[in-house]
């Protein structure tokens, strides 16, 4: 979705491609992903703020690294806002016109730049089928967010009193279009009912069983032989479900087989991974401590799955 007029005076001067965006976040993950499939690497790494010249320039062949750290809360920033209204990653800029929405920002690359094709246009059917598996991506993104706060990230995301009035005044005027103001109530008071959380996971279970079995005819892909967007954001969850121990290899042997695939490709690899592979490994080690305890999540989720 392009942003007409953005508030933030820095877009303007933003030359070639810039990334708001975090090494973590899965949101992201999916642009960066598309971004290497395009042959864009990364290139420097600059304040998410900075305006100088230097900063704003452009960069060949490569797109500007500029973090938003969501775990200093560096989002909930009355200059972030003016970048990004619904207070999230990612957004990119590219020649000055800003972008926002994942998947609206990967279809925009998808008709810019060459590189592997995301979008089938060239087959209706598939185009439709890739479309329709996006959806429900985009439809379950929310799970995502219930399941990997309550057994990944825990109380860790909290936020304090004041960070919590920061992104109900910054939000104020604005659409809060990834309802973070109700879900952060709930998760900060902790009164959210463990029946709401157990239903994400449920509905994340469903569309995973589904998946497996489209996978069960042998191809490479979601969709057929080639990789599309819907396998950009169902990659981007799995991983992020991986690092909180949902145990995708002892339930779905296809769908581990595809994810494989995807994750031996060098976007995944240096896009995705590159600089978030320490936070990956330690989400990964956490969660396994937390099975030992008998609090993780593959305990939940094996406890559900037949
Ligand atoms: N629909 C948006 C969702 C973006 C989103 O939810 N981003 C998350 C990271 S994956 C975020 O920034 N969350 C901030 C927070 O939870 O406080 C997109 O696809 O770009």
Redo the contacts with the bound molecule.
């Keep these: 979705m392009k942003i007409e007029n953005p508030k933030s005076p820095i877009v303007g001067k933003l030359q070639g491609i810039h990334l708001f965006h975090?090494d973590a976040?899965?949101?992201?993950q999916?642009v960066r992903f598309a971004l290497h499939e395009k042959g864009l690497v990364r290139g420097r790494e600059v304040k998410f703020d900075a305006d100088d010249p230097t900063s704003c320039a452009g960069q060949d062949g490569a797109w500007v690294s500029r973090q938003v750290s969501?775990a200093k809360k560096e989002?909930?920033t009355e200059t972030y806002a003016q970048i990004q209204p619904?207070?999230?990653?990612?957004a990119l800029v590219h020649d000055g016109e800003l972008h926002?929405?994942?998947?609206d920002?990967i279809a925009y690359l998808d008709e810019v730049f060459g590189g592997t094709p995301l979008l089938p246009k060239h087959d209706a059917e598939l185009m439709a089928d890739a479309q329709a598996l996006t959806d429900l991506g985009?439809e379950l993104?929310r799970s995502i967010?219930f399941v990997t706060f309550r057994w990944g990230l825990r109380g860790l995301?909290r936020l304090s009193n004041k960070e919590e009035n920061q992104l109900k005044a910054l939000l104020r005027n604005g659409q809060d279009?990834?309802k973070?103001i109700s879900f952060?109530e709930g998760y900060n008071s902790q009164s959210i009912p463990d029946t709401v959380y157990v239903d994400h996971l449920e509905k994340l279970n469903s569309a995973f069983k589904d998946l497996e079995q489209r996978l069960q005819d042998g191809r490479a892909f979601l969709t057929g032989d080639d990789l599309t967007m819907a396998d950009i954001i169902w990659a981007m969850k799995t991983l992020r479900l991986i690092e909180c121990s949902y145990p995708f290899d002892e339930l779905f042997p296809a769908y581990t087989a595809w994810f494989k695939r995807i994750s031996e490709r060098p976007s995944f690899r240096e896009g995705v991974m590159g600089k978030h592979k320490i936070m990956s490994k330690t989400f990964r080690v956490k969660a396994h401590v937390e099975n030992l305890l008998g609090i993780g999540l593959k305990q939940e989720v094996l406890k559900r799955v037949a």
């Design positions: 975090y976040a899965a949101c992201a999916r969501l989002h909930l619904n207070l999230v990653v990612p926002i929405e994942s998947m920002i985009k993104h967010r995301a279009g990834e973070l952060y």
